[in-house]
């Protein structure tokens, strides 16, 4: 048996820490940017413990304790409503989830290559446009007393009167994840034809030989090998009960809807920017932290204990 001289193992043991430092060379711009705007920012929690004044520096700020901790949890706080609200929308926005993967099935299932790219393209593009034009687009589809929706059914008879969904705060936990539904399918569809596109092509060759359908290689093959994509991604969801996003309930908001469209981001923001409570503010942020992480651990034993692999 042939033995590896000493130098030759040197000399690869070189090569490889060379390759290790060139490698952690390339990541470690991105590194400081995570650290800068991440990890930074976290010393500024001391805000949440003192009786903060802006000008005046966090750590000459008399401390508080739990105040605006206590503050939040009260009976009469907003907060029971925000996070009400939040709970509920990121529920019916997880039983949505499942959209994305029927849609991405169905493209599957288009035999013309071209025809099949054109959907995607279309369908993945209202996840790049703005929720400003979002808004335009649904408030004047579906919003306004002349709009689209109001003058077809006025015009069959089905109403006397014009309708005001985005207004009608009875069914703004429907309409709002229809909407973001609507903006994101094409986009998360795009993860589920990559999963799908990874399926060894012999199991599919398998069920022909057995007599299978269409629809039983749906059953059987197709869901079967994306249903490890959507269990992370339906973790991962888990973990972000709290993080509804700010844009769409703050620009779908109004009098009329705002009590039950109110979500933590939109709450941060009111109480940080427009009333200046920046202590209590950051304590409702370090709320969302701090439970986000502990669901996040919580998806990741689940993960573990069913499927035999963590997301982390």
Known sequence: MNRVSPEIKKMSLIKQHKTGLILLAYISPFMMMVIIFNYIPIFGWAMAFVNYKPGIPIFQSSFV?????????????????????TLALSFINIAFSVVPVVFAVMISQVRMLSYSRVIQTLSSIPNFISWILIYSIVFYLIGADQSGLNKFLLSLGFISEPLSPLINPRIAWIIQPLIGAWKSTGYAAIIYLAAISGIDPELYQA?????????????????????STYFVL?????????SNGFEQYWLFGNGLTWNVLEVFDTYVYRMGIEKSEYAFAT????????????????????????RGESIF
């Open 283 to 306: 304590a409702i942020g370090i709320f969302k932290s701090l439970v986000s992480v502990f669901l996040l651990t919580i998806a990741n034993f689940l993960s573990k204990l069913i």
């Open 234 to 242: 339906l973790l991962l969801a888990i973990s972000n009960l709290l």
């Open 65 to 85: 304790g739990f105040k605006y901790f206590q503050r939040a949890f009260s009976l009469s706080s907003d907060f029971w409503i925000a996070l009400r609200n």
């Open 207 to 227: 069920a022909d030989v057995d007599g299978a359908s269409g629809f039983q290689k749906i059953i059987h093959v197709t869901l079967p090998g994306i249903s």
